[in-house]
């Protein structure tokens, strides 16, 4: 991979990194927060990738995005599987509604 590629890759990586921690901070929805902390990590695994192609050893990268995008997907259905039961439960999304509860 020449120098200009993994120039415009890393700027992509930087994007999707700035996109994520934009969400984790702007965002009050619950689903919306788990969409950007998915952001976040594809981001990382992007990363990854990139860095492992660029030390020449690209079979290890893969096989750690594999693992992360495995650990990722069980992480992100728990995440919406708790948001549904909140929602139910609560019956609001909104982070804000949820810092004022008590009990």
Avoid: H
């Avoid at 965002?27 to 990363?47: E, H, M, T, Y």
């Avoid at 594999?66 to 992100?76: G, L, M, P, R, S």
């Avoid at 728990?78 to 982070?95: E, H, S, W």
Wanted: aromatic letters at 2%; hydrophobic letters at 60%; proline letters at 0%.
């Amino acid at each position: 991979m020449s120098s200009d590629e993994l120039n415009i890759v890393l700027i992509g990586v930087l994007g999707l990194l700035g996109l994520g921690f934009y969400g984790l901070l702007a965002l009050r929805n619950l689903v919306k927060l788990v969409i950007a902390l998915q952001i976040l990590v594809k981001a990382a695994i992007l990363g990854l990738v990139v860095a492992g192609n660029a030390g020449d050893n690209i079979g290890l990268s893969q096989s750690l995005a594999v693992t992360v995008i495995v650990a990722d997907t069980v992480v992100a259905v728990i995440a919406l599987a708790l948001v549904v039961q909140i929602r139910r439960r609560v019956g609001t999304m909104d982070v804000r509604d949820l810092a004022q509860l008590q009990g």
